[in-house]
């Protein structure tokens, strides 16, 4: 048994597109992925909209509407509501409102390592598929077009 006070673990130290405490390591969970999410006003859970094909995810909301992009339509989620996409179903949650927003994200698998994003594509000069690949040796992320194969993002960790 392991309990935490989300107020007492440390900041995140990494640059992302929202205030994310990760609780499933000081929980020490073996195959559920937890993250305790702040989105102030135009933050976003995620860096773009994207699928895991290795992965659920559910997303509660304890405080604010968060608005999800899906592949279909745009869903409103407010507090004490929750939505689950399946493997494969493309999304990104964003706090579009002028009030703070307070989630859990919830994913099982705990880890995840087949993601795809979904948007413009420089060469396709559209919206394509794009595979997100992790270099461990080069700690190096690569993002790829699946219709055209270029380069679309390489980001250094
Ligand atoms: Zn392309």
């Known amino acids: 048994m392991r309990k935490v006070t989300i ?12 205030y994310v405490l990760p609780l499933g390591d000081p929980l020490g969970t073996t195959h559920l992925s937890i993250n305790y999410f702040e989105l102030d006003p135009g933050d976003q859970f995620g860096y773009e909209f994207h ?5 659920e995810e559910v997303f509660y909301i304890q405080q604010g509407t968060a ?4 592949s279909d339509d745009e869903i409103e989620v407010s507090a004490g509501e929750a939505i689950r996409f399946s493997p ?3 999304q ?3 706090n579009l409102g002028a009030s703070k927003v307070i989630a859990l994200a919830l994913g099982a698998p705990k880890g995840t390592e087949e993601i795809e994003y979904y ?3 420089p ?8 595979p997100v690949t992790f ?13 055209c194969d270029s380069l679309v993002e390489e980001i250094a960790l």
């Open 92 to 94: 990104l949650g964003r």
């Open 51 to 55: 699928r895991h094909l290795d992965q």
């Open 67 to 70: 608005t999800f992009e899906t």
């Open 119 to 121: 948007r413009q594509c």
């Open 7 to 18: 107020q007492d673990l440390d900041p995140p130290s990494t640059t992302s597109p929202a």
């Open 123 to 130: 060469a396709c000069e559209t919206r394509t598929i794009q």
């Open 135 to 147: 270099d461990s040796e080069e700690r190096i992320v690569r993002i790829s077009c699946a219709e």
């Open 88 to 90: 494969g179903e493309f």
